[in-house]
């Protein structure tokens, strides 16, 4: 793993968040995105070499809305910026983790991503992150 690249926080309604953390950084978040696959509108903000992305829940069924029902809004995942999403996988398996998807699939800011389950991490959902390209 390279850096952390994201740290996500759900939300439940993202135009007044970016006001928020517009105010809170300093700066606009320099774009949004829905990824439909996953029901979840994202923005993001730069700071510096990291990002931190906005997440809400286009439905009822989504994973961000389940998650904000059920924990309230707040710190969703913790990013992680990798070369090879493939071997990072086979390794973290290896290891032990408990992979949500091993299939990587893509995700928001032009992205494959995977998961692994919080049990396996101290009850922190992470997300590995490959850029496309």
Request: contains cysteine; hydrophobic residues 40%.
């Amino acid at each position: 793993m390279n850096k952390i690249e994201h740290i996500g926080i759900a939300v439940k309604d993202l135009e007044k968040s970016n006001e928020l953390f517009a105010a809170l950084f300093g700066k606009p978040h320099y774009k949004t995105e829905e990824v439909e696959s996953e029901g979840v509108k994202t923005s993001f903000f730069q700071l510096g070499p990291n990002k931190v992305e906005l997440l809400e829940g286009t439905n009822e069924n989504s994973p961000i809305s389940k998650f904000i029902e059920k924990k309230g809004e707040g710190v969703h995942h913790i990013a992680f910026a990798v070369d090879d999403i493939l071997s990072e996988v086979a390794r973290l398996k290896e290891a032990g983790f408990i992979v949500l998807n091993e299939t990587p699939k893509k995700g928001a800011d032009n992205k494959l991503v995977v998961f692994l389950h919080p049990k396996s991490t101290n009850g922190v959902l992470i997300e590995l992150c490959q850029e496309i390209g």
